[in-house]
């Protein structure tokens, strides 16, 4: 497996991370969770050294799934992990909204760190903005505990470029994780050109956008009531219908490389630039399987222009999120 950098600290890691979130939450049927130990076995043994989690993943589940898996090999793997959000310390039940005040951020490292099994936490994202909090005094606290050992390296997520400034200017950030695929471009507009400026890395998570750009997903899938897609207004079934023309075009263009779908939205993502990692998640080893073999195809330019002659003849329908979800976003 390829390796890529992301920031100006040196952090280095696969070319493809593993988004761990399906493994716990989110998509329904939950896996077996010996299952998914086995798999992120796998994908260490592939090569993939980045993991990404989270405290809210499945009300702390996630954590202790991903540190029980990767305690044996923890010194060969970058565990990426989030705050900001407002739970239960004692249960993990979401208590609705954000919380991204210092005590709080000070409060919550130390949980993290247990669930993971590790003494130190490679990269940690603001989850989400915190309105009620400015940038600089969250980066600020990140910054003591990164001084304290506890966490390496900083990161945001779904954050806009303005706040990626702010926080920059206290404390380095390393990576910035935000939704782009080729049916979520909006990265490009402001976010990109910023974190090539300052030096910040970028991690794509639904780099295939929730699994519809696999092939997997046609007009005739449905979801059940407790699977996020079933409220995600792009997934309803009059727009479900209008942009699967992505998928049909990506397919096309896959055939002419021996590729999948998946594979070609992949590689697309990997060729935009060098400091990009996405983090695809799967709960499948088929699926993981063909994600990581995206990283050995050569998109030429001629070929990234026909995906973009493709890409712009298409107007995806419905939005990326519900209205609840977006507005938790500060992009």
Same mark, same amino acid.
């Given at each position: 497996m ?11 890691? @696969?070319?493809i ?59 060969? /793997? ?24 210092? %005590? ?18 490679d ?13 600089? %005094? ?12 506890? /966490?390496k390296?900083?990161?945001? @997520?779904?954050?806009?470029a ?7 200017a ?10 782009? @695929? ?15 400026e ?21 007009q ?10 079933s ?11 209008? *942009? ?7 397919t ?8 999948t779908?998946?594979q ?10 060098p400091?990009? /990692? ?11 399987e063909? *994600? ?19 890409a712009?003849?298409? /107007? ?6 519900p209205?609840?979800l %977006?507005?938790?976003? *500060?992009?």
């Open positions: 390829q390796k890529r950098i992301l920031g100006s600290d040196g952090l280095e890691v @696969s070319a991370g593993l988004g761990c979130m399906g493994m716990t939450r989110a998509y329904e049927p939950i896996p077996d969770r010996q299952a998914m130990i086995a798999l992120i076995h796998t994908a260490v043994e592939r090569g993939v050294t980045f993991f990404d989690t989270a405290e809210i993943y499945g009300g702390f589940k996630n954590e202790e799934l991903v540190g029980e898996a990767l305690a044996p090999v923890r010194d060969q /793997v970058v565990i990426a992990t989030k705050f900001g959000f407002n739970l239960d310390q004692a249960t993990g039940a979401n208590l609705g909204g954000v919380n991204s005040r210092p %005590e709080h951020i000070r409060q919550v490292v130390e949980a993290s760190l247990r669930r993971l099994r590790t003494d130190v936490i990269l940690w994202y603001q989850h989400r903005v915190d309105p009620a909090v400015p940038i600089e %005094e969250v980066a600020g606290a990140v910054k003591d505990i990164i001084q304290a050992g506890k /966490v390296h900083f990161g945001l @997520s779904e954050a806009s303005e706040t990626i400034r702010r926080a920059h206290v404390q380095p950030v390393a990576a910035v994780q935000s939704e782009y @695929s080729l049916w979520w471009r909006r990265p490009e507009e402001a976010v990109l050109p910023t974190l090539e300052l030096g910040i890395g970028f991690v794509p998570f639904s780099p295939l956008g929730k699994g519809f750009l696999t092939g997997a997903i046609d005739n899938t449905t979801f059940d009531s407790a699977d996020l897609r409220r995600i207004p792009r997934f309803m079934e009059e727009e479900r219908a209008a *942009n699967l023309a992505l998928v049909d075009q990506l096309r263009i896959g055939q002419q490389k021996g590729a779908p998946a070609i939205a992949l590689a697309w993502l990997l060729a935009q630039k400091w990009i /990692v996405p983090i695809p998640g799967t709960t499948q080893l088929s699926r993981f063909e *994600n990581i073999g995206a990283a050995a195809i050569n998109l030429t330019p001629e070929d990234l222009s026909q995906i973009e002659q493709a712009a003849q298409i /107007v995806i329908q419905g939005a990326r999120y209205d609840d %977006e507005r938790m976003t *500060n992009l």
